[in-house]
C-alpha cells in the first residue's frame, strides 16, 4: 500500500501503477488531460513509464477549450 | 465629426440634462460629477483611486469571443468604465446561445454577436469606446487585431482560435487572460510574456482531431461561464491598474458542482515549444481541430 496526492486529495493505491494506469482506472481519458507529476511536466510519452510511488504528487489538467 | 462613442455620450448628456433639470450650460461639470459618481464606488477602494479609474479609461482590452464568457467579461469591462473595448467575433445570435450569452437576447435572434454587443455595452455604458471586428480569427488576421491592444482576454470556444491567440500575444509580448469553460468546469490562467508560463505551458499542442467534448455535447451552465468570464475581466482589470496578484503561474480549476476552486501551480517549462529553452514554434500557426460531434453550435 502506499499513498498518492492526486488533485490535493490523498489516496491509498494498491498495485504499483504508471501514471498511464492510474489515469485508466480512473476513466480519464488520457487524451484530453495534461499531467504534471512531482511539480514536473513529463512527456506524454513517458506516462507508461513513469511508476507512481509513495508520497507521489500529481496534477491532472483537463483540456478545457469551450466559451 | 463625431464617433459613435461621442454621440451616444452626448445623447447621454441630453437624456440626464433633460431628467434632472440641469441648465445646459453646467451639463460638462455635472456629467463629469455624473460620471464620477458611476465609478464612485470603484474609486474609493484601496489602492485603486481616481489613478487607477483614470488607468482604465486609457486602457484598450481586447476580448475574443463575446459568447458565454465574452458576454459577462465585456459587461464588467464596460461598467468598470475601460475606454477602449475591442470585440472580435463572426457568428450570429442563435437560441442555443441565450441560456449563457447574456449580452444578446430573444429580440437579437439572428443578428451580428458584435452589433448585439455594441449596442449593449452602449446603453450600459456610453463613455466606453467598443471597437467592432466582425472577422473569425485565423492567421491572417490575428496580428491586426491584436496589435491594437494592451491586454487580450481570449474568451473563444475554439483551440484553433486559442492557439492563434496565445502564440500570437507571445511574439507580441501582449499579456492574455485565458479562460474556459465546458460542462461545469472552468479553468483561469494570465500569462505575461516571457514573465510566466504560457498557454504551451500547459498544453504544448493541440488535442487530437475529434476527441473533445464541446459545450453542444456535454452542455454548460451560464452561470459557470459567468464565473470564470467575470474573472476574466476582473484579471484584466487588475493589471491595468496594477492593483492585487494574477493568475499567473497557477491555474485556477474551477468545479462548479463543488463550487469550488483549485489551484494548481504550473512553472514554465523548459521544454515549452514556445517559450522553453529550444522553441519550435517560431511564428503563427492554424491547426483545423474538429471537436467530438459537431452539434447545434
Given amino acids: ?67 | 465629426m463625431m464617433n459613435k462613442a461621442n454621440t451616444n455620450s452626448e445623447n447621454a448628456k441630453s437624456e440626464y440634462a433633460n431628467s434632472e433639470n440641469i441648465n445646459s450650460e453646467n451639463i460638462n461639470s455635472e456629467y463629469e460629477f455624473h460620471e464620477g459618481l458611476r465609478y464612485s464606488r470603484q474609486i474609493i477602494l484601496d489602492g485603486f483611486g481616481a489613478e487607477g479609474q483614470a488607468m482604465l479609461k486609457k486602457a484598450k482590452i481586447l476580448v475574443a469571443g463575446s459568447g458565454g464568457l465574452g458576454s459577462p467579461a465585456l459587461l464588467y469591462l464596460a461598467a468598470a468604465g475601460v475606454g477602449n473595448i475591442g470585440l472580435v467575433d463572426f457568428d450570429t445570435v442563435t437560441s442555443s446561445n441565450l441560456n449563457r450569452q447574456i449580452l444578446h437576447f430573444t429580440s437579437d435572434l439572428g443578428r451580428r454577436k458584435t452589433d448585439s454587443a455594441e449596442e449593449k455595452l452602449n446603453k450600459l455604458n456610453p463613455e466606453v469606446k467598443v471597437i467592432k471586428h466582425n472577422a473569425r480569427i485565423d492567421i491572417d488576421n490575428v496580428e491586426d487585431i491584436i496589435s491594437g491592444y494592451d491586454v487580450v482576454i481570449d474568451a473563444t470556444d475554439n483551440f484553433t482560435a486559442r492557439y492563434l491567440i496565445s502564440d500570437c500575444c507571445y511574439f507580441m509580448k501582449k499579456p492574455l487572460v485565458e479562460g474556459a469553460a465546458v460542462g461545469l468546469d472552468g479553468i483561469l490562467m494570465t500569462i505575461i510574456p516571457d514573465k510566466t508560463p504560457c498557454y504551451r505551458c500547459l498544453y504544448p499542442y493541440p488535442p487530437e482531431d475529434g476527441v473533445l467534448p464541446t459545450c453542444s455535447d456535454v452542455g454548460i451552465l451560464g452561470a459557470v461561464t459567468g464565473v470564470i468570464g467575470s474573472m476574466q475581466a476582473l484579471e484584466a482589470i487588475k493589471l491595468v491598474v496594477g492593483i492585487g496578484q494574477n493568475v499567473t503561474s497557477r491555474i485556477l480549476a474551477f468545479d462548479a458542482l463543488a463550487s469550488s476552486f483549485r489551484e494548481v501551480k504550473w512553472s514554465k517549462r523548459e521544454s515549452c515549444p514556445l517559450c522553453g529553452k529550444e522553441p519550435k514554434i517560431t511564428e503563427l500557426v492554424q491547426y483545423e481541430i474538429k471537436c467530438r460531434i459537431k452539434g447545434l453550435d
Fill in chain 1, 1 to 67: 500500500m502506499y499513498n498518492v496526492t492526486v488533485n490535493g486529495k490523498k489516496l491509498e493505491l494498491e498495485k504499483t501503477l504508471t501514471i498511464k494506469d492510474y489515469l485508466e482506472s480512473a476513466c480519464v481519458d488520457p487524451k484530453i488531460v495534461v499531467v504534471e507529476h512531482n511539480y514536473e511536466i513529463p512527456d506524454k510519452s513517458k506516462w507508461n513509464e513513469i511508476a507512481l510511488k509513495d508520497g507521489d504528487n500529481l496534477e491532472i489538467v483537463k483540456f478545457i477549450g469551450g466559451g
